[in-house]
């Protein structure tokens, strides 16, 4: 079974609309807007999709390595705002109580919608570098992409950093990033979550490439 390109943009753009339902549902009986940054946090979803879909479609930078590697950089920088949406489920501990039925599958949907977006980027990504290599040098560095997207999911959540700011504060955030990754007192937090997330990555990649190549 093959979603075709049309399919798969239709499928996201429904569930997104669902998503924008279900929030406008939420405002109406709660008159609160403290999940409208969900709609923020999506647009940054679709951001590495948008990229992905159109590198799918654009075949003169694939044969030109050096734009092919900006490109895939910048990507790379925007994809963990995809799976990014599942930790906003942090956020129902700021709850209203009287709507609190509601406000699970609003953030469910919510980061499931952001998890199939990354997804189904990396997915392609794959299917591009496994035609300019091979399909074991594609698994081996979408491999690596799902730790580094576990790692910028940490720097993003708990660290607060957005992924513009490699170019406003690159060395803050090179120091904040090493200092992760070996201080004590971040690092069992640090590396939880990026192998948490990108092994969790992984196995959902490693489940769908076949279905749905």
């Not at 709850?95 to 609190?100: K, R, T, V």
């Not at 997915?123 to 576990?150: D, N, P, Y």
């Not at 007192?185 to 640090?190: G, P, S, V």
Request: positive net charge.
């Amino acid at each position: 079974m093959q979603l075709s390109t049309l399919q798969l943009h239709r499928f996201l753009c429904l569930l997104s609309l669902f998503s924008m339902a279900l929030l406008l549902m939420r405002i109406a009986i709660s008159g609160s807007l403290i999940y409208v940054f969900l709609v923020w946090n999506l647009f940054l979803a679709v951001v590495p999709y948008g990229m992905s879909s159109w590198l799918q479609q654009t075949h003169w930078i694939r044969t030109q390595r050096f734009p092919l590697a900006i490109f895939l950089g910048i990507w790379l920088l925007f994809l963990p705002n995809a799976p990014y949406l599942i930790t906003d489920i942090m956020h129902l501990y700021s709850s209203d109580a009287p709507i609190l039925w509601l406000d699970p599958l609003l953030l469910f949907v919510f980061g499931l919608n952001g998890l199939l977006f990354g997804i189904f980027s990396m997915l392609h990504i794959f299917q591009i570098l496994s035609e300019i290599w091979s399909e074991t040098t594609a698994k081996r560095m979408l491999f690596c992409i799902v730790f580094l997207c576990g790692f910028g999911i940490y720097l993003g959540r708990f660290q607060r950093w957005n992924s513009w700011e490699i170019f406003s504060n690159p060395l803050l955030l090179l120091y904040d990033s090493v200092r992760s990754l070996l201080h004590p007192k971040y690092y069992i937090k640090t590396w939880g979550i990026t192998l948490g997330f990108g092994g969790f990555l992984w196995v959902i990649l490693l489940g769908l490439q076949p279905i749905l190549s």
